[in-house]
């Protein structure tokens, strides 16, 4: 199966512009004001590196992980055209047999867009204490479900013991989607860009 996605993968990502602009996803964005500007970040499934780019540009050393070849070489070229290639690191990896063997924890870890449940656990344990988990994936509809998509509700699960700061399930902008954004000890007062969707569960922070 890694083959097969890296291969499909690799003709998503084929041409030569960005497939997925040159900005980070909205949520990152959204919670711009609760995320760290400086030490270690983690994006899994970084795909062309919006996400890595994004972090490091605000001071943040930032690793990305994705099975795509392709998507890669973009996020490299991606990282050296924004002047942050010094600040950014980019491993070829299939999620699917976990997390490969990496130093130290770190400050944040992202993962946007991408439906792995066997990845939490060990992302939860990457975290260095105060450490933010941020996730945004694709939810199971009547009209769609299949491997990539969760269940309702699933996503708060991922949390663990993680103190729970923002947390919206069902339709967000134009998708079904879930978001969570979630805090290993010692938990900080959050300050969001902006308000929850229509649904939304958040923390009384």
């Not at 290639?85 to 770190?106: C, M, N, S, V």
């Not at 079904?176 to 929850?196: I, K």
């Amino acid at each position: 199966m890694a083959e097969k996605d890296r291969k499909r993968w690799d003709e998503w990502y084929g041409g030569d512009e960005l497939a997925m602009g040159s900005e980070p996803p909205e949520f990152i964005r959204d919670c711009r004001l609760c995320l760290p500007r400086s030490g270690r970040a983690l994006d899994v499934a970084c795909g062309e590196g919006q996400v890595v780019t994004w972090l490091a540009r605000r001071g943040m050393s930032a690793v990305g992980l994705d099975i795509s070849e392709r998507a890669l070489q973009k996020a490299a070229r991606l990282s050296r055209e924004t002047n942050v290639e010094q600040r950014t690191e980019f491993a070829a990896w299939d999620l699917e047999q976990g997390l490969p063997e990496l130093d130290g924890e770190f400050d944040l870890i992202t993962c946007l867009r991408y439906y792995q449940p066997s990845l939490m656990p060990a992302l939860r344990a990457r975290l260095a204490p105060g450490g933010l988990l941020l996730l945004e994936v694709r939810m199971v509809t009547p009209e769609k479900d299949g491997r990539f998509r969760a269940d309702p509700g699933e996503t708060l699960g991922f949390a663990g013991d993680l103190h729970v700061h923002l947390y919206r399930e069902g339709r967000i902008g134009d998708r079904d989607g879930a978001q969570l954004l979630a805090q290993r000890p010692p938990v900080s007062r959050m300050v969001f860009e902006s308000s929850p969707q229509p649904g939304a569960e958040a923390s009384r922070d």
